[in-house]
């Protein structure tokens, strides 16, 4: 599945990218109120669940996500890239055609499956003289096997179980606010570099249970067969680029998501439209609007894993939100991974084969910082990464640094833009290049 610029320039003409991206619904009026409007994301485009006429007991979902980049300045050298993603999942289970309150025990089991294609240069950053990739979709060309599995659902009630062949991720270490960064070291599992964790697009055959002692407390705990992550990677004819694993991987993880650190998703935001545009509630809103809330709720999340051959690690994350003159709604996030056995400066035939041995990041995620762009998501995200210098043939240890800053135009549901740039401070690790300038732009198409 291809999207060429002259098609990109026709799809964005077609959806009107100069208007909101939002459609206004009148409410119905409290006693001596004024109707208030409801702004939410317009309807997209033919959904995969309707074109191919799927049963309710079944959900198809399909999602491109391509992320062209160049270095206008800095590195090694100045070139460009298109580096793109194709997701197809698909769930079967009888829970999915019913509301969950409903849910009878066999309604909460379901078997998964998750195909992955990725397609363009995943060796890009290397050849500027970046360690870590620009861009999160970097994997070999071709298809992956990313997940099979049959899982009993939570539900409404405190057990899950998942088994089969299974990513790490998003169960363990992501957290929702990194899906907004573009740059690998911030999207997703907070850059653990381990060669063969099951990361997705990898996975291996494994287990995950789930215990939810309270309505917003998860422990998660996860076991996988490093053996088999090479091999399943290799099924479909993709050269996984990395040595196989031995032995069991574990990770125990636990997840606090109280309502005070931020509102979930559902909870719409409450404004109100004045002269300049809309505004966070003021008492006495003349003209009050709610207003689809694109954000996440917060998180505190601490987690441990333990690997045979590779070393074992920490990480954690928290996401808030709190009073900002900036936007409508507002997240801060900061988190980070380190692993205590890797790095250390010893020779390159040493245990210590983890990249990356610790990463500290942090950021902020903003909806609506433009007044006529309430459902558009400001993004900013700073991290540094140490390098193992002994692994990589450096005098010393080193980091590599990055700056990433976008602006997501949510079109509608099916198409979002998101323009970003990137400063990439001391890439590679060994103070010998100079900085990385790069700018791009990411394309989601969901159906």
Not at 59 to 86: D, H, I, R, V, Y
Not at 258 to 270: R, V
Request: charged share 10%.
């Amino acid at each position: 599945m291809l999207i060429r610029p002259r098609l990109l320039l026709s799809l964005c003409l077609w959806c009107g990218i100069s208007a909101p991206g939002l459609r206004a619904e009148e409410l119905a009026p409290g006693p001596g109120a004024a109707p208030p409007e409801r702004l939410e994301v317009r309807e997209g485009w033919l959904a995969a669940q309707q074109l191919f006429r799927l049963p309710p007991w079944m959900e198809l979902g399909l999602e491109f996500t391509a992320e062209p980049l160049g270095n206008p300045s800095g590195g090694l050298t100045q070139q460009s890239n298109w580096m793109q993603q194709t997701t197809a999942t698909l769930a079967v289970g009888s829970g999915l055609a019913k509301s969950i309150d409903t849910w009878s025990e066999a309604d909460h089991w379901r078997v998964n499956l998750t195909l992955n294609h990725y397609s363009g240069d995943p060796n890009y950053a290397a050849q500027i003289g970046a360690q870590f990739p620009l861009q999160q979709v970097a994997f070999p060309d071709g298809f992956w096997l990313s997940e099979v599995s049959v899982a009993r659902e939570l539900g409404e009630g405190w057990f899950g179980v998942k088994g089969g062949i299974v990513p790490l991720n998003p169960d363990f270490v992501a957290a929702p606010i990194f899906d907004y960064y573009v740059h690998s070291a911030l999207n997703n599992t907070l850059n653990i570099t381990l060669n063969d964790l099951p990361i997705s697009p990898f996975a291996a055959t494994g287990a995950i249970a789930t215990l939810r002692p309270a309505a917003d407390l998860t422990l998660r705990y996860g076991a996988f067969n490093l053996n088999s992550v090479v091999p399943i990677a290799q099924w479909l004819g993709v050269d996984p680029l990395v040595p196989p694993g031995n032995g069991w991987a574990q990770l125990l993880q636990l997840t606090y998501s109280p309502a005070w650190l931020a509102p979930k998703a559902e909870t719409p935001l409450q404004a109100c439209r004045t002269a300049a545009g809309l505004r966070t509630v003021q008492s006495g809103c003349a003209k009050p609007v709610t207003v689809q809330r694109q954000l996440p709720a917060g998180l505190i999340q601490v987690g441990g894993y333990s690997t045979p051959e590779q070393g074992n690690g920490l990480y954690g994350t928290v996401s808030w939100g709190m009073p900002s003159p900036l936007g409508l709604d507002t997240r801060f996030w900061v988190g980070g991974q380190l692993s205590p056995e890797a790095g250390n400066g010893s020779d390159a035939g040493s245990d210590d084969i983890d990249v990356s041995p610790y990463f500290i990041g942090g950021g902020l995620v903003t909806q609506g910082l433009l007044p006529g762009r309430p459902l558009d998501v400001f993004i900013l995200g700073v991290g540094r990464s140490g390098i193992n210098g002994a692994l990589l043939g450096l005098s010393q240890n080193g980091y590599e640094a990055m700056v990433e800053v976008g602006y997501q135009l949510q079109l509608n549901q099916t198409l979002a833009l998101q323009p970003t740039l990137q400063w990439i401070v001391n890439p590679g690790g060994s103070g010998d290049l100079s900085g990385i300038f790069a700018a791009g732009v990411q394309i989601s198409l969901t159906f």
